[in-house]
């Protein structure tokens, strides 16, 4: 059975683990100073949320979400990162956290959540395709 919580301070190097395995994903690196901020900000709960997946009491899954401000309506909760331990996956992990963030936007009374994953993540693509809509849109990332 997935038991899914908010990360707590215990989840310190398990989280971690997974936080690095989501960056390395994605080929971004970040100092340590980066790692223990992200894991400040988690644990105030305030701009940014964490959540744990735990199987065996294990964590093997996590979730990071956050709330923002949108034009034309409420609003919208942005699910930022989203991982699973190669040795969970296919397991219900990714799909029982993405239920767990949006009960919190429900909560919160969003208009709308969404998330970002690369076009050619072809795993995760198969799961979003089952539980969410494509829309179409396409991220362009400006230069600052």
């Known amino acids: 059975m997935i038991e ?3 990360l707590g301070g215990a989840d ?3 989280w971690e683990t997974l936080a690095r395995g989501y960056k390395a994903f994605y080929r971004t ?3 340590d100073a980066r790692y223990d901020e992200t894991w400040r900000l988690l644990l105030a709960d305030e701009r ?3 959540l744990g997946a735990r199987l065996d009491g294990r964590l093997v899954g996590i979730a990071h979400y956050l709330f923002h401000a949108q034009t034309w309506t409420a609003d919208a909760c942005y ?6 331990a190669e040795t969970a996956r ?3 992990v990714a799909t029982a956290l993405i239920e767990e963030v949006a009960d919190a936007a429900r ?3 969003a208009a709308k959540f969404y998330w970002m994953t690369k076009a050619d993540n072809q795993v ?3 799961l979003y395709d089952r539980i969410a809509r494509f829309k179409g849109f396409i991220r362009y990332d400006y230069p600052l």
Do not use: N, S, V, Y
């Open 90 to 92: 296919g397991r219900g």
């Open 29 to 31: 690196e970040h100092p």
């Open 124 to 126: 995760a693509r198969a």
């Open 12 to 14: 310190r190097a398990d």
């Open 4 to 6: 899914i919580a908010p």
């Open 107 to 109: 909560a919160r009374g």
């Open 79 to 84: 699910l930022q990162d989203l991982f699973t």
């Open 48 to 50: 940014i949320h964490g």
